[in-house]
C-alpha cells in the first residue's frame, strides 16, 4: 500500500493528516523517533523518554489513530 509519512505529533500534523485522509490518501502517523526533525531538535532525540513526553506521544498516536 502506498501513503504519506508525516512526523511528529503537534497539532498541526493532526489537521494535515485528518485532511490528507480526507482526500483519499493513507496516512502513517510517525511518532516517537523523529529522524526528519534532526536538524531541529539536534540529533535523533527518541521522545517519550520521561513521563510527562511519554503521555504526550501517547496522545498523539491516538489522535494520529482517530
Same mark, same amino acid.
Given at each position: ?6 512526523? =511528529?505529533?503537534? +497539532?498541526?500534523? &493532526? ?8 482526500? %483519499?490518501?493513507? /496516512?502513517?502517523?510517525? @511518532? =516517537?523517533?523523529? +529522524?526528519?526533525? &534532526? ?8 521522545? %517519550?523518554?520521561? /513521563?510527562?513526553?511519554? @503521555? ?11
Amino acid at each position: 500500500m502506498d501513503a504519506i509519512k508525516l512526523e =511528529g505529533g503537534s +497539532p498541526s500534523r &493532526i489537521v494535515a493528516a485528518k485532511a490528507i485522509v480526507e482526500a %483519499g490518501i493513507a /496516512v502513517m502517523g510517525h @511518532v =516517537g523517533l523523529t +529522524p526528519q526533525a &534532526i536538524s531541529v531538535l539536534g540529533g535523533f532525540r527518541p521522545q %517519550g523518554r520521561n /513521563v510527562a513526553s511519554a @503521555v504526550k506521544v501517547s496522545l498523539f498516536v491516538h489522535l494520529f489513530g482517530n
